[in-house]
């Protein structure tokens, strides 16, 4: 069975797809990973175990998967607030930091087993293109003190300023400590002086972590960055910004200049064709950092990457904080969330391109299985890149061989190169998110947004700015719920427009076949109401005014039904009250066409037989003609 799932067929292919896919991968992995305050090999890490495990078990054979600028967005947040918690030590929080990762990737194998994939496909386009706007605003706004070389906790006067907040931090911290000592007896005089003397130990070297440790979570949210702007603009460091500058430039101008080569040069031609075939990120990372080392520059570096294969942190289960985790339970929803977004994007992509259908179940819990992976190696979460996936395609990728061979060309990289790889500017890095950040802006959108309908503008500005100032997953559910509403107020107008109250006349064209060869008998004493659409709880009260527009002269009303193909439960009591008061009226009521799911519910709340009789219901319109000239030739002869 596991012979048929991993074929050979296309080895050839799925090695230089998955070997391209790898080199694309490499610089932002390392990207991606120092932003998240877990340093380059933390991105690295991520992508070696998700891209393993997410392509061995995955649906969408040729996707990509590895650390991504949503899921970074978020882990950026959980990671600096559970550091701030453990008074800025890295080492301490890092258990609790890496099982709210592993939940997450739990979380996301739980959608998938209950199909939460399949309702993705509902998410409308304003929605999708707001949400990709804010992250692109959160990873540009994420390199503003980068770009400026600003470091916040090396910033002597912003530390000092926070050393309040940290003592403060940290007596409540003491408080908080002692209160869950469950040794501590009921005498508050102790209780207090144990407090005091606690606090006393408190040490200066301390307070200033703690401050430093403020420092650092202000400028990471967006919020934080547009107030201290101002302090990255007093304190830039001009070196780190020709870096910075200089790397967007390579990645935008490389393969421009190369144009320009003369191509009836051998060793020209030769450059351009390999050039062509680089990612321009890794040329960039590659020119940039050499320049860097030989040149002696005095640059912030990257976190150090450790040597050798990644080791397993079992220390996840012993050693995290439930108390710590606790307050980020929703965040590690929001993970698994936004990580199964993410990759059913990427599914639907490539089953467009390849005329193939995937598995939304499947392809959740392969990406939540590679996310607890990646948590249990130290590695930040991620989801299936769309990117590196049209890379792999394009390079031959064709089966899950092909993102295996990417995971292990990273891992190969991470063994041998570790010790280059850790002299790379940490301003390089940077560049290359900036880079990121303009890529992910959804242009087409924008460049629609005159000829929009405006709700949908509002839609996608609403969605854009939650992202960034509050939260992703609720810019998503408010954008939904928004969308929602402005549908069925749309649904509701259409559908009355389409419903109409008319009176059988032999002398105007009626709009239904089936309505044109009526008896003037008939015609006098008959008023047909014709619905369309689903009778929802957006269409009520359109179709209580309906009602009132029935002249009080109509002796039979007829209510045409055969394009109704749903009713709720709000539109059900709606009908159910309107013929209830035609009753009242001593109209009589009869009922045409219902469809399957209508028929259920009117029988369900006992409509039919109570207010309409199983006589008065007909299949077709003809039958309910039958039944209205017999009826009506009885009264005739009483």
Known sequence: ????????KHIKGDFFGGITAGIVALPLAMAFGEQSGLGAAAGLFGAIAIGFFASLFCSTQQQISGPTAPMTAVSVVVVSQIIQSFNGDIATAMPSILMVFFLAGVFQVLLGIIGVGKYIKYIPYPVISGFMNGIAIIILMGQIFPLMGYVADKDQELVEKNRIVAESNLIAKQFQSIKKDKTIGLDEVAVIEKNIA????????????????????????????????????????????????????????????LRWLPS?????DGLKKIASSIPATLIALVIMSTIAIYGEFDLLKIQEIPIGFPTMHLEIFSGFS??????????????????????????????????????????????????????LFGGIPGSSATIRTLVNMNSGGVTRLSGIFASLLLLVILIFFAPIASKIPAGVLAGVLITVGIGIFDYRGLKAIKKMPIWDVVVMIVVMLLTVFVDLVIAVGVGLVISALIFMKKMGDINTKRSTVTPLDITQELPWEDEKEISEDISKKVFVKRLEGPLFFGYTNDLQQLYTHIPEEAEYIILRMDKVPYVDQSGLYTLEDIIIDLENKGKCVLVVGLQKQPDYLIRKIEIIPNLVAEH???????????????????CYEN
């Open 198 to 257: 606690e606090i006393k130990k408190i040490s200066k070297d301390e307070i200033v972590a703690e401050a430093e440790a403020v420092s650092k979570m202000q400028v990471k949210t967006p919020a934080g960055i547009i107030k201290n702007i101002n302090r990255g603009l007093k304190n830039i460091n001009w070196l780190e910004f020709t870096f910075v500058v200089s790397t967007v430039i390579v990645i935008y101008g490389f393969k421009y200049v």
């Open 264 to 268: 009836r040069i051998k060793f020209f």
């Open 1 to 8: 069975m596991f012979k048929d799932y991993i074929t050979f």
């Open 616 to 634: 008065e219901n007909f299949k077709t319109f003809d039958q309910c003609l039958i039944w209205l000239h017999d009826e009506i030739s009885k």
């Open 322 to 375: 439930f108390d710590a985790i606790k307050p980020f339970l929703m965040a590690a929803v929001s993970l698994a969330m936004l990580g199964s977004i993410d990759s059913l994007l990427t599914s639907v992509i490539v089953d467009t391109k390849e005329k193939t259908q995937h598995n939304s179940s499947q392809e959740l819990v392969s990406q939540g299985i590679g996310n607890s992976m990646a948590a």
